[in-house]
Every structure is written in structure tokens, then in C-alpha cells.
């Protein structure tokens, strides 16, 4: 499944690449490096992260939509390196002209484990915003994890070419007496009038004794559309569940 969606996501977003209509495929590709800091009962270890990403959303029937996305993280811890792969794929349709609801699966590979998650997610479009929630579910038998979580999330346009965002969200594993929250910031300002812009973004995970700092900086390239367009599009969801979680550790 997970190779199925790596791939599926890939080609989509190479075919459209081109297709630079506002009523077409719309989507982005973007590296990031960043650090990740994990302490854990006074034990701390660091390591650099590179990645790179990709999502296209394209019109499925009549008002849903359906959406691709990947990414591919390598951790450098030094002594040893560690890959993440993950996909996710969602249906949506648009409630109204400024409602998208709808669903997603998604799977990663974390250390040699597969965890799987699906959920529903919704995002409502303000005139210089956007606001989304998700509801998730994340299982990994190899590890006999069961989670769910659940999220939220406020971009702003401060102007066209500049998005700044935070968000939240708190997560449960069934069986066990574990919770957790993640909250963040992130900005994304495009350059000019061209496809291409630079990100960057904060966040932080506690989990129980566990604590997670990451911070990144991005070169992103759009088609389609600019930063708003890809929001309303459905080319700006989100999905991991704990998966984000899972990656770091």
C-alpha cells in the first residue's frame, strides 16, 4: 500500500506539472532541511533532517476531489541514518462554495515498521483564511500501536504571497495511560510573481517524558495556482495522524 501511494502521488504530480490552468491540477514540490531534538527522561539526541515533498489535487466527479500526496525524510543521527517514507491519499468534495469535507488513508515506514491511519478531516475558506480539523486513526501491529488524534489548524494571508499558520493537536494510545500535544507555527512566502517560495516552521511534541522540538526551512515550487489557490484547491491537507509523531523518534 505504502508503494502504491508513493508512486501514485509521483506520477500525478510530474503529469501535471505542465498544467498551469487555475481550473487544473494544482499542487506543489518542496525540500526542506531542518533539526529535530528529542529528550527523553534526561536523555537527549539530535538529528538533521532533509526531505522532499510532493501533492497535486485533481477533480474526481461533479464536486469531489481527489488528492495525492508523499514525502521521503532522512534523519542523520551521525552514527546511523534512518528513511521515512509516507503517503496519503483523500477524497473531498466542496459543501457550498467555502466547505470542503471528506476523507483520507494514508501509510509510513517508520524503522523498518508500517504504521497506517485513516480519517476525516474538514477545512472552511474566510476570505483571507483558511481553517482545518481532522479526526484520525493510526495503527501499527508490528508495534501494537492503536492512537487517534485530533487536530486543528488556522492559516492567515497577511497579504497574497504571505501565509502564516499554527496549529494543535492531542493524541491517544488505546491501552496504555499515554497522551500527547503538538503545536506549531509554520510561514510560506511566495517570491514575487513567480511559482517558487521559501518556508519555514516550528513545532513541538510532549509525550508523556517525551519531548520533540523540530524546526525546518523549505524551498516549495507551485503549479496551478499560488499559496491561497492550493488551500482552496484541497492541495493543502493534512492527514498524518501520529504518524509525524512516529518519524521523529
Known amino acids: 500500500m505504502k508503494s502504491l501511494l508513493l508512486v501514485s502521488a509521483a506520477v500525478a504530480a510530474f503529469a501535471a506539472a505542465p498544467a ?4 487544473g491540477p494544482v499542487g506543489s514540490v518542496g525540500v526542506t532541511y531542518g533539526n529535530t531534538e528529542v529528550d527523553f527522561g534526561g536523555f537527549s539526541a539530535d538529528s538533521d533532517t532533509y526531505g522532499i515533498d510532493g501533492v497535486v489535487a485533481m477533480p474526481a466527479f461533479g464536486e469531489w476531489t481527489v488528492t495525492l500526496a508523499a514525502n521521503a525524510s532522512q534523519f ?3 552514527s546511523s541514518d534512518d528513511t521515512v517514507f509516507a503517503g496519503t491519499a483523500h477524497l473531498t468534495t466542496l459543501v457550498g462554495s467555502d466547505l470542503r469535507v471528506g476523507g483520507f488513508l494514508g501509510a509510513a515506514d517508520v524503522a523498518d515498521e508500517t504504521a ?3 480519517g476525516f478531516e474538514v ?5 483571507r483564511a483558511t481553517l482545518t480539523g481532522v479526526v484520525a486513526y493510526t495503527t501499527a501491529d508490528d508495534v501494537d500501536l492503536d492512537a487517534w488524534s485530533v487536530g486543528g489548524d488556522a492559516a492567515f494571508y497577511v497579504t497574497d504571497n504571505l501565509r502564516l499558520n499554527a496549529g494543535l493537536s492531542w493524541m491517544t494510545i488505546d491501552d496504555a495511560d499515554v497522551d500527547g500535544v503538538t503545536y506549531g507555527v509554520g510561514a510560506e ?3 514575487g510573481a513567480s511559482p ?3 518556508t519555514a516552521g516550528l513545532s513541538h511534541s510532549d509525550v508523556e517524558d517525551l519531548d520533540i522540538d523540530s524546526w525546518t526551512v523549505g524551498l516549495r515550487y507551485s503549479f496551478g495556482g499560488g499559496l491561497q489557490a492550493r488551500d482552496r484547491a484541497g492541495a493543502a491537507l493534512p492527514g498524518s495522524g501520529v504518524m509525524g509523531i512516529l518519524g521523529a523518534l
Open 20 to 23: 498551469l490552468a487555475q481550473d
Open 76 to 78: 542523520d543521527e551521525g
Open 116 to 118: 497506517f491511519t485513516g
Open 123 to 127: 477545512q472552511k475558506y474566510l476570505s
Open 189 to 191: 512566502y511566495q517570491i
Open 196 to 198: 517558487f517560495s521559501v
